[in-house]
Nanobody
Framework: QVELVESGGGLVQVGGSLRLSCAASGRSVNDIKSMGWYRQAPGKQRDMVAV???????NHADSVKGRFTISRDNAKNTVYLQMRSLKSEDTAVYYCKAVEQDVRLSRYDCWGQGTQVTVSS
């Protein structure tokens, strides 16, 4: 199945910007049922940040609307998360997720290894 590798995390100041990348292999990102970004801070649950369907429809969490944008480059087979106006509360490990569906309509969730984003004052 599809394999995902995240990159682009790091240390950034409050108000700064960062772009995360999720490179996929084994499947085309525009042929995967949905892809998205999730984040998990220490001691907290993993929450959805932004998702995109194979048709290009997107949805962003209320906490990041107007600041974060999910996008994809089909030629590079990569999904991105552009983060702007970063806040300390955005500090977390960010994970890329793919949802695949086979001919029997069985769904499979595939996760990347995660990349750390730290926002400092």
């Amino acid at each position: 199945q599809v394999e995902l590798v995240e990159s682009g995390g790091g240390l950034v100041q409050v108000g700064g910007s960062l772009r995360l990348s999720c490179a996929a292999s084994g499947r085309s990102v525009n042929d995967i049922k949905s892809m998205g970004w999730y984040r998990q801070a220490p001691g907290k649950q993993r929450d959805m940040v932004a998702v995109m369907s194979s048709g290009g429809t997107t949805n962003h969490a209320d906490s990041v609307k107007g600041r974060f944008t999910i996008s994809r480059d089909n030629a590079k087979n990569t999904v991105y998360l552009q983060m702007r106006s970063l806040k300390s509360e955005d500090t977390a490990v960010y994970y890329c997720k793919a949802v695949e569906q086979d001919v029997r309509l069985s769904r499979y969730d595939c996760w990347g290894q995660g990349t750390q984003v730290t926002v400092s004052s």
